[in-house]
């Protein structure tokens, strides 16, 4: 893709001083905004007080639509990453995505993933003008579709110097959902013709999605569908949700509606995660954890390690983190939610051994 097609403008609106945990280390953040296309999209620059040029790391949300800190129930990881990667000597930088926040334009289910991915080219361009990173060590950490946007934009730009992938599919959507579709109701006891069932409407979701048509039938099928499986709760479990809208705006349907028929989840589906990996020649970490439903290491690793040998990629480390989920946490029910131990200080330490290298 060529720079010349994305107007950005650099502008600091504003800046402040903060100290990184762990250490007393002097850490500067800076607002930054810039243009892409008829977008402006604006995050957080953080940068360690150094007497040389650091590395950073530019961090890519997963699919929801997410603010700079990619907060979730109150967990803002990115945040967290962030000011300990500031201990660890790392510049870092987060940005609200397209429509949320500070940014602007439509909201990001509008869009398809090439036209977000032009939003991280831009950054890499802006931060290589930054004084105080080493623009020879810009890297990409992405969480979930983050995760599989990171090898697709590194595999077409050599200013990308690592990538960490957190939980990324690295195999097509469509196949994933249903798998992880299965499982489930296979573990809830569902009985073989009800489970067909369901997976005959994710199939009817892709294909409405895909094609574009269809979707009243389809949002009557599954709303059916719902109150069926509403009825089909115990007693106990029925009384979690104060009724059926209730059970449905939570469950898996719920979930899905708003990416339905969105130009987002069309190229979703239809992207091809392996062509990219197959291309990917920088240094790359793939993370998984353990109880993650849907990004399992099983079966990721197999296609990492396939993908990994055509490119001819050597550099590159498999990691699953024990009793943690698809945002690599242990337990929601606390009322600080953490990382799993470890987890950032094996990013951390990894990537100071790929700059190193």
């Not at 990619?70 to 962030?82: Q, R, T």
């Not at 990629?313 to 990382?339: C, L, M």
């Not at 094996?346 to 190193?356: D, G, K, P, R, Y």
């Amino acid at each position: 893709m060529k720079t010349s097609l994305l107007l950005f403008l650099l502008s600091i609106v504003g800046f402040h001083s903060i100290v990184a945990q762990e250490v007393n280390i002097p850490v500067t953040e800076k607002e930054l905004t810039f243009d892409v296309d008829d977008v402006t999209i604006t995050g957080t620059l953080t940068i360690p007080e150094s007497e040389k040029p650091v590395p950073v790391a530019i961090l890519i949300s997963g699919s929801y639509a997410d603010n700079r800190d990619a907060e979730l129930y109150g967990f803002k990881p990115f945040k967290e990453i962030c000011d300990y990667f500031a201990s660890k000597d790392i510049a870092t930088f987060r940005y609200d995505d397209r429509g949320v926040g500070k940014s602007t334009g439509k909201h990001t289910y509008q869009y398809e993933i090439k036209e977000l991915v032009k939003d991280i080219h831009a950054a890499i361009n802006l931060l290589k003008k930054e004084d105080k990173i080493n623009n020879k060590q810009i890297g990409l950490i992405g969480h979930s579709l983050g995760g599989m946007m990171a090898p697709m934009i590194a595999s077409k730009n050599k200013d990308v110097s690592f990538i960490i992938s957190m939980a990324g599919p690295v195999e097509e959507l469509n196949k994933i959902n249903i798998r992880y579709r299965e499982k489930n109701l296979i573990q809830s006891g569902w009985k073989q013709e009800d489970i067909e069932k369901a997976l005959k409407i994710e199939k009817q979701i892709v294909k409405v999605t895909v094609t574009g048509n269809g979707y009243d039938e389809l949002m009557t099928d599954i709303k059916a569908q719902s109150k069926l499986d509403y009825e089909r709760l115990s007693v106990d479990h029925k009384s979690r949700y104060s009724n059926w809208e209730d059970y449905y705006n939570k469950s898996w349907y719920g979930l899905m509606e708003p990416f339905i028929n969105t130009p987002f989840l069309r190229s979703f589906y239809t992207h091809k995660p392996k062509e990219y990996l197959k291309k990917l020649k920088c240094p790359a970490l793939f993370l998984f954890g353990e109880w993650d439903g849907q990004i399992q290491t099983s079966d990721s690793g197999p296609i990492i390690i396939e993908t990994m040998e055509i490119a001819g990629n050597n550099n590159y480390t498999i990691r699953q983190f024990p009793k943690a989920g698809h945002y690599f946490v242990r337990d929601w029910s606390t009322s600080e939610i953490k990382f799993a131990p470890g987890f950032l200080t094996v990013m951390s330490n990894w990537i100071h051994e790929q700059i190193e290298y």
